[in-house]
């Protein structure tokens, strides 16, 4: 039941992102056409320090939701196909670690964001973002008082932990366009490159995650065409076998 509801939720998020990044490419062409036609419109031109400023907090952004926490998830994951009991737990710490790193580099970026940036929440970003730092606590403080393995409410902190970090994941992804959308309009600089690269990271990560999901089973369909491919030579034949095989005199 909870791998069935995991499954389309993990669609359903699918079809947001996809749905979100044609929005984000729509927008861009709409707000490129109202710059060409409003002669008035004051385009920023940052200063050397404040472009320093926007591109350290885009990369820690980037870094935290668009790649460590996606990267955490990966690795968790790898604990479906694990039976080792020491290297689960260093799956498990990895996990951790990788989670912790995520929310201090957020938290470091929302801090820059706040004294060194403009911030009136009147844009998408803003308010995503802003929300994202509530909910990226989430999943850390959910791991922190993990039940115990076949107590009551185990199954339910699973779905609960399993559903927030997927969701605080797409959503900071989600953000990480925003972002790159907000600054292109400000500043009417290029991002088709780093949308691009963004994107074909998403889609590796994106690929990667599916591919677990069917790794066990593409495990053993090759276990058992290599046994099914395996037939007796004459000299693993036993004697039965020969004397049936032995041409008649």
């Known amino acids: 039941m909870v791998q069935a509801a995991q499954k389309l939720i993990l669609h359903v998020a699918i079809f947001l992102v996809a749905h979100l990044l044609t929005l984000v490419s729509a927008t861009e062409k709409h707000t490129k056409k109202i710059i060409h036609e409003c002669s008035d419109y004051k385009i920023l031109q940052p200063s050397p320090k404040l ?125 990480v366009y925003l972002g790159l959308q907000a600054y292109n309009t400000k ?13 074909a990271e998403v889609a590796v990560i994106a690929f990667i995650y599916l591919l677990q999901e069917k790794w066990h089973y593409i495990k053993q369909s090759g276990g058992i065409l290599s046994k099914d491919s395996v037939r007796p030579t004459d000299q693993e034949a036993s004697p039965t076998q020969k004397k049936e095989l032995a041409p008649m005199s």
């Open 51 to 175: 472009s320093l400023q926007i591109i350290l907090h885009a990369i820690l952004l980037w870094a935290s939701m668009g790649f460590l926490m996606p990267i955490a998830i990966l690795v968790i994951r790898m604990k479906n196909q694990e039976e080792n009991g020491r290297r689960l737990k260093m799956i498990v710490y990895a996990h951790a670690a990788l989670q912790i790193v995520s929310v201090l580099l957020v938290a470091i970026a929302i801090i820059m964001s706040v004294i060194n940036l403009e911030n009136f929440f009147d844009n998408t970003h803003q308010r995503l973002g802003l929300a994202l730092y509530v909910a990226i606590w989430l999943p850390l403080v959910a791991g922190i008082f993990r039940p115990d393995r076949g107590t009551k409410y185990r199954g339910v902190w699973y779905a609960f932990h399993w559903l927030i970090g997927v969701t605080v994941t797409l959503l900071g992804i989600v953000a």
């Open 187 to 199: 500043t009417r600089r290029s991002i088709r490159v780093w949308n691009w690269l963004f994107s």
